[in-house]
């Protein structure tokens, strides 16, 4: 198993260019099944997830294989709607086969995702979505059994504001007969490019990117080509770096509509940036972070996937923030990791609050979730002397050649094999 050790302290600066988005991906790939033949995705990330996806539709009898970035898939032979336990406890995301499988097959084994680091994430409100689409659903030895001869549209208000249960659904309603509405639906870019990819096979779709959709269905699709679009959670990751540490850098490739709050946030904390295009950024650090409070929240809000690279940053601004953590209310496994590198952090419940410090200093710290590792990561390459990041396998699910990426700008940050840790 391998560790980054990273040397603090170094400045970064030059280009630095953004992957395809992680969650853009998946739900494409899992899209991919609802009409047999072939699709080639471009741009799309070479990434753990991107593998694992590509394992669950081998399991139901697709082919396919990437290369330099482009995803060719041919769901021609797809005959088994099932999806395993051994690759969907890897990744969550796997569920995401349940709506296109049953809508082409009338039927889906999918197994249940089961725990995760930072809480129970349950798939509660994609199965009461199958429901009322007309779907049986049965469990069956931690599998989610679903059948459904013809699934009929229908309103489905979700309970709370869901990316994968509004993906799922929509996936699940473009062949169903007549129309389905969902409301409180999610609003993420990853969600209207799924919307936006279901169109272009053929699918009718109004609404994706506001609260409520509407898909009327039809009676088959076809497969299409695709660009996924870029990646705002590595691009704001990356933002982070040039805000704590940068001497220009400039990020390219991103899309900096989908990260306005992020920018206004950044802005707030007192980072000099300069919005080149659409797709440029050219950052650099301020004398010293302000302390900036953040409360997380579905899209357009601030994104949980950037709440722990958030709080690294605040760890070392000048005054106290408040980081209060509405999607995942648990997900702080990388305060402890943070309080190694001389962070001062106070955690309850969902509430983080960090008083900004001089500055931290490098230990050894172990990474539990992608996001928490991309923290650290942050943290790692401004602590003073060196840090060791174990079980990095979790950021190779979700940032493309990180480790490269740093380095390429700059940074001093070493792939190494770990001692047993
Ligand atoms: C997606 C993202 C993940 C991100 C999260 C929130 C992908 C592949 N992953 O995950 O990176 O952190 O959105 O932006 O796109 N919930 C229920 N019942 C359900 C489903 C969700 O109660 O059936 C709750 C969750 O516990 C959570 C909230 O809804 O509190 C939002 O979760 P959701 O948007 O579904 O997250 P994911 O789609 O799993």
Redesign the pocket.
């Known amino acids: 198993m391998d560790k980054f050790v990273v040397y603090g302290g170094k400045p970064l600066s030059g280009k630095v260019r953004i992957s395809g988005a992680?969650?853009a991906v998946?739900p494409i790939m899992a899209a991919s099944l609802l009409a047999p033949g072939s699709y080639r995705i471009r741009n799309a990330p070479h990434l753990r997830d991107t593998f694992t996806m590509l394992e669950v539709l081998r399991a139901t009898g697709v082919t396919g294989e990437i290369e330099d970035n482009v995803l060719e898939l041919d769901t021609t032979n797809c005959n088994n709607p099932f999806a395993p336990y051994e690759l969907v406890k890897q990744m969550?995301?796997s569920f995401y086969v349940l709506g296109p499988l049953l809508a082409r097959f009338g039927e889906a084994r999918v197994s249940l995702p089961g725990g995760c680091a930072w809480?129970p994430?349950?798939?509660?409100?994609?199965i009461k979505g199958m429901r009322l689409l007309g779907a049986e659903i049965e469990l069956d030895k931690g599998y989610v059994v679903a059948k459904a001869k013809k699934l009929k549209g229908t309103l489905i208000n979700l309970d709370?504001?869901?990316?994968?249960?509004t993906g799922n659904v929509m996936m699940a309603a473009v062949l169903a007969d007549g129309e389905t509405v969902i409301e409180n639906a999610?609003r993420?870019p990853?969600i209207v490019q799924l919307a936006r990819f279901l169109k272009k096979m053929g699918a009718e779709i109004e609404g994706e990117g506001t609260g409520t959709i509407r898909i009327r269905g039809v009676g088959s699709l076809s497969p299409v080509d695709v660009d996924v679009i870029p990646d705002r959670i590595e691009a704001a990751t990356f933002l982070l770096a040039g805000a704590m540490i940068g001497e220009g850098v400039i990020v390219e490739g991103l899309d900096v509509d989908h990260l306005t709050l992020f920018l206004s946030k950044l802005r707030e904390a007192g980072v000099n940036f300069e919005v080149k295009s659409k797709s440029e950024v050219v950052i650099s650090r301020p004398e010293r972070l302000r302390a900036v409070n953040i409360t997380t929240a579905?899209y357009p809000g601030f994104?949980?996937?950037m709440q722990a690279q958030w709080m690294a940053a605040m760890s070392i601004a000048d005054g106290s923030s408040v980081i209060l953590e509405e999607?995942?209310k648990d997900r702080f496994t990388h305060v402890p990791e943070l309080i190694r590198l001389g962070a001062d952090i106070v955690l309850d419940n969902n509430v983080a609050i960090v008083r900004g410090v001089k500055e931290l200093q490098g230990a050894q710290v172990m990474s539990t979730d992608i996001r928490a590792s991309a923290s650290l990561i942050l943290a790692g390459l401004v602590a003073r002397g060196r840090t060791d990041i174990y079980r990095i396998y979790h950021i190779e699910r979700g940032y493309e050649r990180i480790d490269e990426k740093l380095r390429a700008i700059g940074a001093e940050i070493i792939r190494e094999e770990a001692e047993v840790i």
């Open positions: 992680k969650n998946l969550r995301a809480g994430r349950p798939v509660d409100l994609h709370i504001t869901s990316v994968g249960a999610a993420e990853e579905p994104p949980t996937d999607v995942y």
